[in-house]
């Protein structure tokens, strides 16, 4: 009996479980023709094409065609325009980082591609990833979305790409989320002293407030409040001791209602008032 003539009846409702998972990957097809209008990408995301043929516009893929059998991945944070050229059939694969399952190959491509990469990274799927890929058309098509199923079938393909791709491949392929996380940080040193608070920082950025507190706490180690709170800490202080700013200015500055506000803020962060911190200063000279 030919495999394709061969139905299996799914018996399970995914749907209606509290472990229905609908992020990790996704099955999409396109008619020929359509344009999806620029927009930021929410997770990283590796895009498998199945089928057809694409044109990719962005700052990583400027102008690129990517073909059936190939693969390109787009990092959290960037924007990115897809053309469909012919009819596409495509998998999707978003995640928040690159995982390890090797600690030998992981240390060394993760140091290859924090080095960088310059110019447009088109994979071709080998045939191990195809046989996975083709799977996993099935099981999202039969809307198989157990969280913990999806999880297996997470580490299954990062272990296909591990052993079937060099590491030179794989750090070009993996450089595009460091080379954005540095303009990315670039983007948080220059502005944080400008918003007043992280919702505001978002939309500055054009995020929505989760992508930003993702992004930011990948790139920062800690979440955003929490680092925005220390350095306008440090900023604060060190405006006190070192500059000839009057109180009232660097209360200002910070975006403080009234001076009591500021004494409130500086007594519950330095457990002292602006005018004890500055006399400091003065004590020292």
């Known amino acids: 009996m030919k495999l394709e003539l061969i139905r299996c009846t799914k018996y399970t409702d995914c749907a209606s479980c509290g472990f229905y998972q609908r992020h990790i990957f996704k099955y999409r097809t396109f008619p020929k023709g359509v344009l999806i209008p620029q927009e930021r990408v929410l997770q990283n995301t590796i895009y498998f094409l199945l ?95 157990c969280s913990a199923f999806l999880q297996s079938k997470q580490t299954e393909l990062l272990f296909l790409l591990n052993c079937y791709y060099p590491i030179k491949d794989l750090a070009a392929f993996y450089s595009t989320i460091y080379r954005y996380s540095k303009s990315f940080q670039y983007f948080i040193l220059q502005n944080y002293q400008n918003v007043k608070d992280v919702e505001n920082f978002a939309q500055l950025g054009g995020y929505s407030v989760p992508t930003f507190r993702r992004l930011f706490k990948d790139t920062f180690n800690e979440p955003a409040y929490q680092w925005m709170l220390k350095r306008k800490c440090q900023d604060i202080h060190a405006d006190l001791l ?44």
């Open 51 to 145: 089928r057809g043929e694409v044109r990719v516009n962005s700052e990583e893929h400027p102008g690129t065609t990517f073909r059936e059998g190939q693969f390109i991945m787009q990092p959290v944070g960037s924007k990115v325009e897809f053309q469909i050229l012919e009819a596409t059939e495509a998998i999707l694969y978003l995640f928040e980082k690159p995982q390890n399952v090797c600690n030998e190959r992981y240390s060394k491509s993760m140091s290859m591609a924090s080095a960088g990469h310059v110019g447009p990274v088109v994979m071709d799927i080998c045939s191990p990833l195809d046989i996975f890929l083709g799977g996993m058309r099935i099981f999202l098509d039969g809307d198989m979305r």
């Open 242 to 285: 070192t500059t000839e700013m009057s109180i009232s200015d660097i209360s200002y500055k910070y975006g403080f209602e009234s001076l009591s506000n500021f004494s409130h803020f500086c007594r519950s962060n330095f457990g002292q008032s602006p005018r004890a911190i500055r006399m400091e200063r003065e004590e020292n000279i």
